[in-house]
């Protein structure tokens, strides 16, 4: 059974600084790997979508890097802003016809001004 | 281009009724997924719904069922409602069935806050 967990549970840091969120899984037959942003009340929002094949994926201040062997991805945020200020949830793809979804609990990110 | 649209937002329901919640996806895409959100268990997969048919489930109980229009939109439905199916219900929709690979991302909607008294 697939488990997705993701370190640390919160994390607060000044505007500005460069951070790093974690999520390991258990069972690295994966197709895919995709993070999360969730607002407060809101639905989730796809940052960054890493197919199996792929080492990393960037967007804009974002990168995110993918080691299947070892069941590690991490999320690189760069000059974090206020704004960024939301829970991260890290979710994996196991695929086929009896696929499964798995994920993790989230990072709850806090940047202050 | 609209997101995906889940009505209604809150919901209020007492132990024993039943509720059904509405999703609607981005134009185009024909795949819907239903999610649970509860602070305990995090996010879980209930099933997926593309060209109608159920493509599949999660590890929930036969009271959670669901079905899919030929427009796409798709309702879940829950019945004898138990305190513990208090939580935010997501719905997220892509291009094509999950089961044949996530290539392109889940769109989800804002969610139906649920609470049963």
């Known amino acids: 059974k697939q488990e997705v967990t993701q370190i640390p549970a919160a994390l607060s840091v000044p505007e500005g600084e460069n951070l790093v969120l974690n999520c390991s899984f258990t069972d690295s037959a994966i197709y895919n790997l995709q993070w999360f942003r969730q607002d407060p009340g809101k639905g989730l929002t796809s940052l960054l979508l890493i197919q199996s094949s792929q080492r990393e994926q960037t967007s804009g201040r974002l990168n995110a890097s993918l080691d299947k062997s070892s069941g590690r991805s991490t999320l690189y945020i760069a000059a974090s802003q206020p704004g960024d200020s939301a829970t991260y949830l890290c979710a994996v793809f196991s695929g086929g016809s009896n696929y499964k979804l798995t994920f993790g609990k989230g990072t709850l990110l806090t940047v202050n001004p | 281009k609209a997101g995906v649209t889940q009505t209604p937002r809150y919901l209020i329901k007492t132990r024993g009724q039943q509720v059904t919640l509405s999703c609607s996806p981005i134009s185009g895409h024909r795949s819907v997924s239903w999610y649970q959100q509860t602070p305990g268990q995090g996010l879980q997969f209930l099933f997926e719904?593309?060209?109608?048919?159920?493509?599949n489930k999660g590890n929930f109980p036969g009271r959670f069922s669901g079905r899919q229009f030929s427009n796409s939109r798709s309702e879940m439905n829950v019945s004898t409602l138990e305190l513990g199916d208090s939580a935010l219900y997501l719905c997220?929709?892509?291009?094509?069935?999950?089961?044949?690979?996530?290539?392109?991302?889940?769109?989800f909607g804002n969610g139906t806050r649920l609470t049963v008294t």
């Open positions: 997220a929709s892509s291009l094509g069935s999950l089961d044949r690979g996530m290539y392109s991302p889940l769109h």
């Open positions: 719904y593309f060209s109608e048919t159920q493509r």
